[in-house]
């Protein structure tokens, strides 16, 4: 904080910034957690060389380190510009022919890049063209956050050597492209997939960032409360029916699904999956990829499989009627089978597959156990504050007072990079279903009457499950809120 503190301090006294501007970058702050260098930067009040050039004239050697340790910069970035782009020109003798980038510095950067996202623990790193600049964000826990911001002239130079990693045609710069590699750091091999996208000013580019050993299967790991990993076991011992996963995109529903399916994996059962993308090698069971262009859809797995005498099938996303029909037909058969929605939560999955084109019977006699959830942030466990909520608050939210009541907010430390938060954990309901549920399903109930039935026989709502993780101090009541879209 004092160091950064400092950095303000020395814009306003050389006459760079002015104190309104810089009471703006520390609002902004406040929000993004972003460093001050970078937000007075990327406001576009001070420029990148500016800062150098203060930073290195006020105390030499040492305010210079200060400065690429603020921006996070390679030492020898203005070398890699340089060369790089001296690079491209010779490289590059004729338009929309993009350059040979076998280039060392390039190559050494693009590797910190991504080195510096797995230390961070991202799962996406994005890059691409920024006022003046090439940003870099890696995204942590759900969130973007600040990475470097690098000289402009660098981006060609990285978007061909990404594509060069991905495989992809460096000399097509117009339209959108997919690739992917493996990434060998320390013995770890990181499948990345990336995929570049021409906006203005250069291709943006996204890696996602697939880290197998860093998949934490185990529903308690993933945050499932013991009394309804035994509601789940039940669901899972069934010999067929229909298992569903809900949520929006990034809510963890394929963890989840992973570690329902290495509950059941044996090699007594015949475990196919049928996915796009496969994020997880699991031992034992037969994954197979969506391929659109070769004609293996969903659909088309889907059919294949039930060829192949299965015991259990995971349908990566229900996204047709074609694919439900033959999801629903396969659990009608005798077959368990697992799949996912992209519903909000647990009761209006069953309108959905209505809405698909579903007869209501054949959802009531197929369709077992719905659970629904989102990834929420875990309190930094360095920084969080501790508070005791007010009658009137606890009231407001719903929370029955037993004792003495202590809740946690964010507070934000170096560790954290300020944000207050590190790590995830899911909050989720499990709806199963019940005879007078499927009656309502029978004749066609909307999603409230259904969820309205399912919590009078005993079904928790997701913000329940969430604000038992504000007790336990865990979480924070702002970050179950806005997950779970509450008002208070
Ligand atoms: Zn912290």
Redesign the pocket.
Known sequence: MQHRKRIGERLIEAGLITEEQLRIALEEQKKTGELIGAILFSLGFVSQKDLFTLLSMSRGGEQRKEAVEEFDLPKDMEAIVKQSTAALRIAEPEPGKAADVSLAPVVRLIDRVIVTGIKKGATDIHIGPDTGGTRVRYRIDGLLQHGMYLPKDILPAIVSRVKIMGNMNIAENRIPQDGGTIFVWEDKNLDIRISTFPVIAGENIVMRMLDKSQLLLGLENLGFLREDIEILNNSLSMPYGMILVTGPTGSGKTTTLYSALSIINSVYKNIFTVEDPIEYHLPLIRQSQVNVKAGLTFAAGLRSILRQDPDVILVGEMRDLETAELAIRASLTGHLVFSTLHTNNAASSLPRLMDMGIEPFLIASTVDTIVSQRLIRLL?S??KEPYSPTPELTERIGCERTGDLVFFRA???Q??SDT?Y?GRTVIYEIMKMSESLRKLVLVRSGSDVLADNARKIGMKSMYDNGLKKVISGITSLEEVASSTRTVF
């Open positions: 930094c360095s920084c507070k934000g430390c560790e954290c207050g590190r």
